[in-house]
Nanobody
Framework: QARLVESGGGTVEPGGSLRLSCAGS????????MVWYRQAPGKERELVAR???????TYGDPVKGRFTISRNNAQNTVYLDMSDLTPEDTAVYSC?????????WGRGTQVTVSP
């Protein structure tokens, strides 16, 4: 069964960096638009970053200039490089693969930014 598996979350101090990974299992991520979302406790899910099949990128306003989304098709993995993290970045980060009416979701990985 096709699935997405996120990794790389953890706890980091303000100003720190993390790299999240989203690996595809039994599916080729190059065929999909890939999106990172996040959801903090008590808040709605928000789009963090998107990379299209042609590697066009968009970012949510709160992360512009600090986060970078990329894909490595040879490794069948999408990355989210996060820098200059603040406590407001604390959330569960989830990976989504979509194309037309097809959507796959990972289970998410927790990112906590705390002194």
């Amino acid at each position: 069964q096709a699935r997405l598996v996120e990794s790389g979350g953890g706890t980091v101090e303000p100003g720190g960096s993390l790299r999240l990974s989203c690996a595809g299992s039994k599916m080729l991520l190059s065929r999909y638009n890939m999106v990172w979302y996040r959801q903090a406790p008590g808040k709605e899910r928000e789009l963090v970053a998107r990379i299209g099949r042609e590697n066009d990128r968009t970012y949510g306003d709160p992360v512009k200039g600090r986060f970078t989304i990329s894909r490595n098709n040879a490794q069948n993995t999408v990355y989210l490089d996060m820098s200059d993290l603040t406590p407001e970045d604390t959330a569960v980060y989830s990976c989504n693969a979509n194309l037309l009416r097809t959507n796959y979701w990972g289970r998410g990985t927790q990112v906590t930014v705390s002194p």
